[in-house]
């Protein structure tokens, strides 16, 4: 498909296009419960760069749907707040924008695709006048034009005989075509950045793998950056150039995917690693990770992971680890991640 | 509100298959028959009687309608002596505009206010439902007759906004809450939805979702509530006919006829309460027969 050209000054004032992408600095959000605050995401950092894949990993509760619906500005306020950090989009940190601004950025600039397309898609109007509209709310397409952009659109995420099927309703398509009708929505605008938030999990595993390729494929074709959110580090390992592990709001390590799999530097990545079945290790019981994810409300001092971590010593419940580099690109979140780096722990 | 609907191309095709659908049930050809009668009796009365409701000629009060259909006086005379039949046909039309207008204006009320304060929550429910409160807590009875009480006195020349206006204004400021809560409690249970959310990642304005995503969910609950309403609001019309402060004589309708017709249904004059009684049942029916297909039909997932 031929290079999208994109222009961001318009809809976005005060753009640097030298500027990274999109940019998450020690994001903070907390959560009002019954007059306490939970702490959900606890110093996000991340970035990502045009035609580059992050996938953020982690556990149910670890903050990361919470960090994505920050960065998109669709967080159920209350209860959540932002209480810290900037969300930077070519230089222009969204957090501080106008509630107008932030709707076109979320019609321009940043798309996302949810976990189930199923309700993610309105029952009551067929899928090509779900997609068309958006062309027409927000390019002033004609009606005629707009469905036509449609079947396009259908046609380009795989949706065979896109022509006859682009006056179906939702509950006509199977899940795996359901989810591709919600990509579709996605990339209708055309966006820079595209948050896939857990978009293969309702789906079975044949099918993940073809969405998994396909969003693939069309962040490559449109030079996008994508944020994969997962919590399966097998989904990842094809897609992804980079990947976040989260645990309990905070960002344990972050790295290249190949150091991730390869050199972990972190406890917490080494255990999940350990946890994923091989083939190689048909037949054996499956590693686990003792013990529960930590209450947001009551989180352990010190270390987060430490009750739950193999390598923890007194030092881990008293001290917060910094997040310190290991090796270029590498950076971990535990006092030890030199010697876990090197394989000494 | 089914303008929203009816707006957009695809949806041409929606009421295609919808009126498809419908065309097949039998119970709804009856009611649309039904429906198309007191239609036309209400835009052409003429068709149905030549005589003059308002010429009553007192020594012919009270005849019995003995022989049905024929004769000078088809379902006989009221308890004034003026023709039954013209009095029915030619209340129609005060009655059908009245139900209408209630109908129309009370769901735009209801659905603005209960769309709003559902939506945006906070300080506008607030307001909104405090608003509604009060207006529950005053009987229909007393509020429609203390505001009409107002209009009384003031010369009818028999115009049909003149008629009708003064308890159509009455039952829709004392009616529209029925309307404004389901919509409220829909646009509270749609606005958490996951497509809703989905549709304000792809940056739609909240005008935008009010319209394509609460709204439609409405739809359901509020034509399940309009043939009752419809039914309560002529009855209704009819209490305050009784007392005097309805739609005021020389115009007449299906309200009044029930009221006159109390006085005379023990003394063997049953047909001056049933006859107008059948017909509003009638009515209700096939506005609910038609409500309830139709919103079969527009379903996408029963079809």
């Known amino acids: 498909m031929a290079q999208t050209l994109r222009v961001v000054g318009d809809t976005l004032p005060g753009a640097d296009m030298n500027a990274p992408l999109l940019e998450v600095e020690d994001l903070q959000v907390e959560f009002a419960v019954r007059g306490s605050r939970i702490p959900a995401v606890r110093g996000a950092t991340f970035a990502v760069e045009q035609g580059q894949t992050l996938a953020i990993v982690g556990e149910s509760g670890s903050g990361k749907s919470v960090t994505s619906q920050a960065v998109m500005g669709i967080l159920d306020s209350p209860p959540g707040h932002i209480t810290g950090g900037e969300v930077r989009l070519h230089g222009v940190d969204l957090l501080q924008q106008d509630a107008e601004t932030r709707r076109t950025v979320r019609a321009n600039h940043i798309g996302m695709v949810f976990q189930d397309a199923l309700s993610a898609l309105n029952p009551l109007w067929s899928v090509g006048f779900q997609i068309g509209e958006l062309f027409r709310m927000h390019r002033g397409t004609s009606r005629k034009d707009a469905k036509l952009k449609a079947i396009e659109l259908l046609d380009l995420v795989g949706i065979p005989d896109a022509k006859n099927r682009v006056g179906q309703y939702p509950h006509q398509f199977s899940g795996g075509m359901r989810q591709r009708v919600m990509i579709a929505m996605a990339l209708a605008l055309d966006p820079e950045v595209l948050i896939a938030d857990e978009p293969t999990t309702a789906l079975d595993v044949t099918v993940q793998a073809q969405i998994m390729r396909l969003l693939r494929q069309i962040q490559e074709d449109r030079d996008m950056g994508l944020i994969l959110i997962t919590h399966d580090l097998g989904v990842v390992a094809d897609v992804a150039d980079e990947v976040a592990v989260m645990y309990a709001g905070r960002i344990m390590e972050q790295a290249g995917i190949h150091q991730i799999f390869e050199r972990p530097a972190n406890p917490y990545t080494k255990a999940l690693l350990k946890a994923i079945p091989r083939v190689d290790t048909l037949g054996q019981e499956l590693e686990v990770i003792s013990g529960l994810p930590p209450n947001p409300g009551a989180l352990p001092g010190g270390c987060s992971f430490h009750p739950r971590c193999w390598a923890a010593e007194d030092k881990c419940s008293i001290e917060d680890p910094p997040y310190e580099t290991v090796a270029t690109g590498h950076r971990s979140r535990c006092h030890f991640a030199e010697e876990v780096y090197r394989d000494e722990r | ?303």
């Open chain 2, 1 to 303: 509100m089914s303008e929203s609907l009816s707006s957009e191309a695809p949806q041409a095709s929606l009421w295609k298959d919808a009126f498809r659908t419908m065309r097949r049930r039998p119970d709804v050809i009856l009611a649309a028959l039904i429906l198309l009668f007191v239609a036309t009796m209400a835009v052409f009365p003429t068709l149905f009687t030549d005589k003059d409701p308002t010429r009553c000629i007192g020594r012919d009060a009270r005849q019995r309608p003995d022989t049905w259909f024929r004769g000078e006086h088809p379902l006989g005379t009221d308890g004034f002596g003026c023709d039954f039949a013209a009095t029915i046909v030619h209340g129609t039309r005060p009655t059908i505009a009245l139900a209408v207008t209630v109908i129309v204006f009370s769901i735009l009320i209801g659905l603005t206010l209960g769309i709003l304060s559902g939506y945006y929550g906070g300080w506008v429910d607030a307001i909104i439902s405090r608003a509604l409160d009060v207006f529950i807590v005053i009987p229909l009875m007393m509020g429609a007759i203390l505001l009409l009480s107002l209009f009384r006195g003031r010369g009818s020349s028999g115009g049909l906004l003149e008629t009708v206006g003064p308890p159509a204004l009455a039952l829709t400021l004392f009616g529209w809450m029925e309307f404004c809560r389901y919509t409220r409690a829909v646009s509270i249970e749609t606005k958490n939805l996951d497509y809703v959310t989905a549709a304000r990642c792809l940056g739609a304005k909240d005008r935008r979702i009010m319209f394509r995503h609460v709204l439609p969910n409405a739809v359901v609950p509020v034509t399940a509530v309009v043939p009752t309403t419809l039914g309560s609001i002529i009855v209704a019309e009819s209490a305050l006919a009784v007392l005097g402060v309805g739609v005021q004589p020389p115009a007449t309708s299906w309200g009044v006829l029930l009221a006159k017709g109390t006085e005379w249904a023990g003394g063997g004059y049953i047909y001056l309460f049933g006859l107008p009684l059948v017909l509003l049942i009638l009515t209700v029916f096939a506005f609910a027969t038609i409500g309830d297909a139709l919103r079969d039909a527009l379903d996408p997932k029963l079809r």
